[in-house]
Nanobody, 116 residues
């Protein structure tokens, strides 16, 4: 079994920064993709950014140039550095681990609120 524990959410003013962390524990296999998704109020969950264990990244257009995903494979941890935050970035942010045929897992979510 796999557990994902997120941290780093909170309240920030527009233009500010936050850094999210997600630590995975349990049966972790490669290849895998770790990433972040978000769910704004009243909408569906959407991709923010992902990173393979080999370092390939993918970003939503709305966050390119502002958010940076990184990971420490030795610690099975993924990070999301969020800069120049906007009110429309307000959402619950979820960590995801995709181990393909070995299964996918979600964290419990962390609230990010950006005030204008």
């Amino acid at each position: 079994q796999v557990q994902l524990v997120e941290s780093g959410g909170g309240l920030v003013q527009a233009g500010g920064s936050l850094r999210l962390s997600c630590a995975a524990s349990g049966s972790i296999f490669s290849p895998n993709v770790m990433g972040w998704y978000r769910q704004p109020p009243g909408t569906q969950r959407e991709l923010v950014a992902t990173m393979t264990n080999r370092g390939t990244t993918n970003y939503a257009d709305s966050v390119k140039g502002r958010f940076t995903i990184s990971r420490d494979n030795a610690k099975n941890t993924v990070y999301l550095q969020m800069n120049s935050l906007k009110p429309e970035d307000t959402a619950v942010y979820y960590c995801n681990l995709n181990q393909f045929f070995r299964g996918g897992y979600w964290g419990q979510g962390t609230q990010v609120t950006v005030s204008s």
